[in-house]
């Protein structure tokens, strides 16, 4: 199904169309350009997007730099209406950037319009947020002193996020450091150029002065590895995987640059006996499969106690069969496509390790859309052990795993067995076990009777342990990261 986006407002893509970096607000091609391929059919292209090199990143840096002082000085108010007015623009436009969306990532088009509105109540929030930035006045313990302690931009901020929410994760990064004062130097996935440009278009039309927001698309070991070890940046806010989530920790360390990282999880489900079954097969299904199981907060293990196991299985298997997998954007389709064949035969080869360990998969399979789309049928694997691949490391697919164990004691034992901590859930009906588990559970975030996925714009985001390093993410504890304390000491007497 190949054709060009019918977007009546912003960048029009199609096979033909070209996209540039933005740089001190002005565009800057490259020879070398990236063709952006549509994973629910390949052959449709959504436009050619410039490939940054290291003199492009230098250059954007710089023009961070030089408009930092003045953007640090913007008015709060004007810094309010910039953010308030591009969310009003994202929100109207959210049809045409869901199929964008749709288009580019493969999310399933009511998923994609979500993260769409998602990305502009997150603009409208931070837009309050720059007015709310308060300080604190004390009193000394030394007579005639006062002490004010206030909080200040950071300078300037590299901004580096994944494929799996090309809109909603650039909006929590960038909103935020533009509402404090900070300058960003913003590095999207190589697979979504696209909602990146359209989002960065968006921040520019509301009003941003030029340098204040440059993008610069391009590949990791290109963009990101100028951005961390540049003694020009201040600030680097990071989510990916866990592997090059550690690099970027070194390099920006040994750069002296503050860092902040989200990197996956290995999130576990926990169903207990007294659970209401259905729920919790809802809830399973929901938080394992649909954005095709490409969430850091997926429900990847689902730890079910053997008195519910056979018939939760059940459950679980007789929706799985109702989840029509096809064209993201087209009607009926609840599972779209993998992002991209890589990742298509990284999740094809987690399952036939899984099958190979012992495991019996249902689903799994290539899925015939009627194109060359990356189609794969959501993957249950049952009869799994702790120490299982599939349940050690991070699919990023729509693969979950179940392992079945005698009691709450072993399901909470379970559920911590694992580097990553961000999120984890619990169905139960007990008071007794829900509250032990929401303060023992080894995650930054913890769900009861809920899917595993899915938080709120207005609280804070994070995990612990491999999950998460540096300050949470999202709402008022994104203020620890963009800014940093001063206090002054003022003489009364």
Same mark, same amino acid.
């Given at each position: 199904? #190949? ?30 350009? #990236?063709?952006?391929?549509? +994973? ?9 997007? @410039?490939?940054?090199?290291?003199? @492009? ?27 308030? #007015? ?43 947020? #720059? ?38 994760? +650039? ?13 960003? $130097?913003?590095?999207?996935? *190589? ?26 698309? !391009? ?24 592997? $090059?989530?550690? !690099?970027?920790?070194?390099? @920006? ?24 079954? *259905? @729920?919790?097969?809802? &809830? &399973? ?109 991070? $699919? ?24 990553? !901590? ?36 207005? $609280? ?9 390093? !540096? ?23």
């Amino acid at each position: 199904m #190949t054709q060009t986006s019918q977007t009546t407002a912003g960048p029009q893509f199609g096979p033909d169309a070209v996209f540039d970096n933005l740089i001190g607000g002005t565009r800057r091609g490259s020879e070398d350009r #990236t063709l952006n391929r549509n +994973p629910s059919d390949p052959a449709d292209v959504l436009g050619r997007f @410039a490939r940054a090199d290291e003199a @492009a990143v230098r250059d954007a840096i710089a023009a961070a730099r030089a408009a930092a002082p003045a953007w640090a000085d913007f008015p709060a108010q004007q810094r309010f209406t910039i953010l308030d #007015t591009a969310g009003t623009r994202i929100a109207e436009r959210a049809d045409d950037l869901a199929d964008l969306l749709a288009r580019e990532e493969g999310k399933q088009l009511t998923e994609a319009r979500g993260e769409v509105l998602r990305a502009a109540q997150i603009l409208k929030f931070f837009a309050g947020e #720059t007015i709310r930035n308060t300080g604190e006045i004390i009193e000394s313990v030394r007579p005639g002193l006062v002490a004010e302690m206030t909080h200040e931009p950071i300078g300037v901020v590299g901004v580096i996020t994944p494929w799996n929410f090309p809109i909603a994760i +650039p909006a929590w990064k960038i909103a935020p450091a533009l509402a404090y004062g900070n300058t960003v $130097v913003f590095k999207p996935a *190589e697979l979504v150029p696209g909602s990146a440009y359209a989002l960065v278009d968006i921040l520019v039309e509301a009003g941003l002065p030029d340098g204040v927001l440059n993008l610069v698309m !391009g590949p990791g070991r290109v963009v990101g590895e100028v951005l961390t070890g540049s003694a020009g940046v201040d600030a680097i806010t990071f989510t990916g995987s866990a592997a $090059v989530g550690q !690099g970027v920790i070194a390099a @920006a360390g040994s750069a002296g640059i503050r860092v902040q990282c989200e990197m996956g999880g290995k999130n576990p489900l926990v169903v207990l006996g007294d659970a209401d079954l *259905e @729920a919790a097969a809802d &809830a &399973a299904v929901n938080g394992a499969f649909y954005s095709t199981g490409q969430r850091c907060t997926a429900s990847s293990r689902i730890i079910v106690t053997s008195d519910v196991h056979d018939e939760f299985v059940r459950l679980l298997k007789e929706r799985m069969v109702q989840l029509r997998v096809g064209d993201a954007r087209a009607e009926g389709t609840v599972i779209g496509p993998v992002v991209s064949e890589s990742q298509l035969e990284q999740d094809l080869r987690y399952i036939d390790t899984a099958r190979a360990e012992g495991g019996e998969v249902t689903g799994g399979e290539r899925v015939d859309g009627g194109t060359d789309g990356y189609f794969l049928s959501p993957a249950l694997v049952t009869g799994t052990k702790p120490g299982h691949t599939i349940n050690r490391e991070e $699919v990023f697919g729509p693969v979950a795993s179940v392992i079945e164990v005698a009691d709450y004691d072993e399901a909470l034992a379970v559920a911590n067995d694992t580097e990553f !901590g961000l999120s984890a859930g619990i169905f139960t009906s007990s008071l007794k076990y829900s509250s032990h588990f929401k303060r023992y559970a080894q995650a930054g975030m913890v769900m009861v009777n809920a899917p595993t996925a899915g938080v709120d714009y207005h $609280v804070s985001f994070g995990g612990r342990k491999g999950s998460s390093y !540096g300050p949470r993410e999202q709402a008022r504890a994104a203020r620890e990261f963009y800014t940093v304390h001063k206090t002054a000491y003022v003489n009364a007497g």
